[in-house]
C-alpha cells in the first residue's frame, strides 16, 4: 500500500506545484493531499512538504485549525472572480454560466468560513 500512497502523494505534489504556475488549478489542496500521502508513504517527503517555504505554512495550518490565511482567501477571491468574469465574455451558454455561479458560490463560502490566523 505505500507505494501507492507515495504515487499518489508525488501526483498531488506535482499537481499542486502546476497549480502555482495555472491560475485555474489549486495548488494548497494538492499540497494539503500531499501531505496526507506521504505520511502514509514517507517519512522523509513528508518531513520535506511540512518544512517547504512557500507551502509549509498553508498546510501546518491546515492541520492545526483547518485555517486559511487571508492572503490566500483573497487570491482564491480573485482568482474566482477572474475565472467568472472570463466565462462572462466569453458568452457560455446561461446553463453553464449558472452551474459554474452555484459552485464557485458554494468554495467562497467555504473558504471564507474557514479561520484564519
Request: glycine share 8%; hydrophobic share 55%; with cysteine.
Amino acid at each position: 500500500m505505500r507505494p501507492i500512497w507515495f504515487f499518489m502523494g508525488l501526483s498531488s505534489v506535482l499537481l499542486g506545484m502546476m497549480g502555482a504556475l495555472l491560475p485555474l488549478l489549486p495548488t494548497v489542496p494538492f499540497m494539503i493531499l500531499g501531505a496526507y500521502c506521504f505520511a502514509r508513504s514517507s517519512q522523509r517527503m513528508h518531513d520535506w512538504l511540512l518544512n517547504h517555504r512557500l507551502f509549509g505554512p498553508a498546510i501546518a495550518d491546515w492541520q492545526r485549525s483547518g485555517a486559511i490565511s487571508k492572503s490566500a482567501k483573497y487570491a482564491a477571491t480573485v482568482s474566482v472572480a477572474a475565472v467568472f468574469s472570463l466565462s462572462l465574455i466569453m458568452g457560455l451558454r446561461p446553463m453553464l454560466i449558472g452551474i459554474q455561479a452555484v459552485t464557485l458560490c458554494g468554495v467562497m463560502c467555504f473558504i471564507w468560513t474557514r479561520p484564519h490566523h
